[in-house]
């Protein structure tokens, strides 16, 4: 038999046929978290029950390859932006050959991979393919790739076939291919046999004879064929939208709407496994058939395809939604309950476990603890709390974490809500304690910043120029503004140890300690718009301000703007500090004066020389960066405004080893009995050349190891004679050998176990 095994390996290690990703950066976006963009033009299944799908948004011609790991709902994104997995992202159909290698068809030609990892791009420039629009493709019993093409042009229009070698493409000119208008789809029967749709009929190849059925020569009730599929008979049905027409080689026959529950209905997609049907069409219902009776249901979106997986769930994806019927319930995917809902934020806040957490403007809160995503907003479907009883908001406003380690998060809505997380346990739902206008304090409204102090007080910035204080030791709330103790409206919060809170404003800082309000005056140095302060290793504070970066030690002010340094620019808008290295990183921007500018900027506190980074000269995505952040990686985290978020780190991305970017696939490791009963694990894993693996085992027989490459080669093998009972170890060297996956096949004498090591 063959076994089944898992690749992994890390986020970024990755190249294209063209295109190698900067190591350096990396981005979190709409199109390559969740189910991706917008439009979802397919949907298919692999070996291991994983739902794929295309996410592409037309507007920025961006998107992504998406695949939904079933099993613990799990999303993996192979992106356009930046990562150039594939050259386009509006992805018609997806498929897999008989060891899982993925092909995928796109608007820019055909892209495959073994691995996950790196991808090859088959279009005009290096096939004789004619044209590039791929619009379906199959794969016969021997692993050959036959692709639909499409064009405006149809004498450029034909049928592709791909050896593994050798490309051959069918047109009309070079061929006995019928002439026709659009190629639509193209499916494989049992004998290897090419069955093709177009809107002038079904055409069939048997690898010598080209066949042309049209309702002038064949059952056929229309000639304008969507889709076709073959059922567990092997017959070939055709789906001509208000019908589907039956062949079996020999006699045609048909369902009709006089079948199915529901008039005028028009079907645009199809799928057949066993004897279940399922057509995805008009009026935003399916209709599908359960082995006895025909049914519709609602989904209340536009629909482009459609699936049933091993399981008999129903599959639909359309626009903006990949959705599972059960036969019962749906469970819909989105933008906004799946991954970051949209590239507009307002905050980004990294807790003390690492966790990332993400205040979007139109999808609420997120939390991405990698690899997984919870988003908490009224449009999420109910897959996760909206904790927003009454008058919801879709806007997230602010994160963060108490002393006790309790995770805050903010809305600016009407009703106030600010949602203590007790000891950052998101999952805990039940013990979610949700603040708002009735149970804290009548004027909680539009909150756009939330920070405590180490002394158990949590401030809330409001919109209307006030701020409130909610003190956990003695469950009370206070109202402070301009008539009991600031001075001005905030524009932000920073807790500082000791108990105080600096509140920045136009021209100052209000300072709150021992339960009273101070206030320090900067207008005599020319300081306004305080948009963010922080203290060092060394306890001086940084003012991030509309005339640049300040720095107080006590005694003396140092300014650092555009015309001393080559700090981003002069309106800083955040500041965060690495307090091992007391390094200090920014962001800023001018978007007041044309032409605009802006960027991020670190540099080690002392020097006037920074590191800079502005949109149009770095990979930075936008040039108004409105947030920054750094996690225990050394990771930069730029929150830039309408394009998401920015990631640089310049000793190269860490931390995202969690993201499993490689493919699952069932390779031809010799046969072997699995019993978990022999347990054996390796470490390091990853490793650079030696790893030990530990074998534990019931006996003292001794152990055979082998070793295989990704190709299912053996390239080492070790037979261990001095065996005990209990814990035994075994040193792998592979430092002679390249990065990547390997499999370790370890042998007792009735027992076997398989183990994936990683060398990088």
Sequence with gaps: ???????????????????????????????????????????????????????????????????????????????????????????????????????????????????????????????????????????????????????????????????????????????????????????????????????????????????????????????????????????????????????????????????????????????????????????????????????????NFYMYDCFIDAENNYWVSGSGTVAKFDGTDYTKYTQYNTGLPTNFNNDIFIDSQGRKWFANGNGGIQVFDCPNWEVYGPNNEGLYPNPQPLYQTTIGSSISEDADGDIWFTYDGTSGYAIQVPDGNYQDYAAWVIWDNTNSHPGLQSLEEVEATDDGKVFIRGFNYNTFMYDKNTNTWTLWDNTNGLSAPPYCLTARPGGKMYAGNFQGIDVFENGAWTSINLSSEGISNVRDIAFDANDHMWIASAEGLWKYDGTTWTNWNESNSNIAANYVTAIDIDTTTNYVYLSAHNTQIWPYYGGISYFDGIASDFTTFLDGSSPLAHKQVEDIAIDSFGNIWALTQSEGFSIYNPAGIDGFECIDHTIERILSVPEFDNDNTLIAINHPNPFSSKTTIEVITEDSHPISLEIYDILGRKIQSILERDIHIGKNEITVDLSLESTGIYFGKISTNKKSKTIKLLKN
Excluded: C
């Excluded at 593994?164 to 002439?179: I, K, L, R, V």
């Design 1 to 299: 038999m063959k076994i089944t095994v898992l690749f992994n390996l890390i986020l970024l290690l990755v190249s294209s046929q063209t295109f190698a990703q900067d190591p350096n950066w990396s981005y979190i976006r709409r199109d390559n978290t969740g189910i991706g963009s917008l439009e979802h033009t397919t949907i298919r299944g692999d070996f291991f029950n994983n739902i794929w799908t295309g996410g592409y948004s037309s507007t920025a011609n961006e998107g992504s390859l998406v695949r939904i790991k079933t099993s613990d709902t799990l999303y993996t994104n192979w992106a356009t932006y930046n990562e150039n997995y594939l050259p386009n992202g509006f992805i018609f159909d997806i498929d897999f050959d008989s060891t899982g290698i993925i092909w995928v068809s796109t608007e820019l030609g055909i892209v495959t991979s073994d691995d996950g990892l790196v991808w090859q791009l088959y279009d005009t420039s290096n096939t004789p393919l004619l044209a590039n629009v791929t619009r379906a493709l199959a794969i016969d019993s021997n692993d050959n790739i036959w692709a639909v093409i499409s064009d405006n042009n149809p004498s450029q229009a034909g049928v592709a076939h791909f050896d593994g070698t050798t490309w051959e493409y069918f047109t009309s000119a070079n061929s006995n291919f019928p002439t026709v208008g659009e190629i639509k789809d193209i499916q494989i029967d049992a004998n290897d046999g090419v069955w093709i749709a177009t809107d002038m009929g079904l055409v069939q190849y048997n690898g010598t004879d080209w066949t042309h059925y049209t309702t002038t020569n064949s059952g056929l009730s229309e000639d304008d064929i969507l889709e076709i599929s073959l059922d567990n008979q092997d017959r070939i049905w055709s789906l001509v939208g208000n019908a589907i027409d039956i062949f079996d080689g020999t006699t045609w026959t048909q369902i009709n709407q006089n079948d199915w529950p529901i008039s005028n209905f028009y079907g645009f997609s199809m799928d057949i496994r066993d004897d279940k049907v399922l057509i995805a069409g008009s009026n935003t219902t399916i209709v599908y058939f359960d082995g006895t009776d025909w049914f519709s249901e609602y989904t």
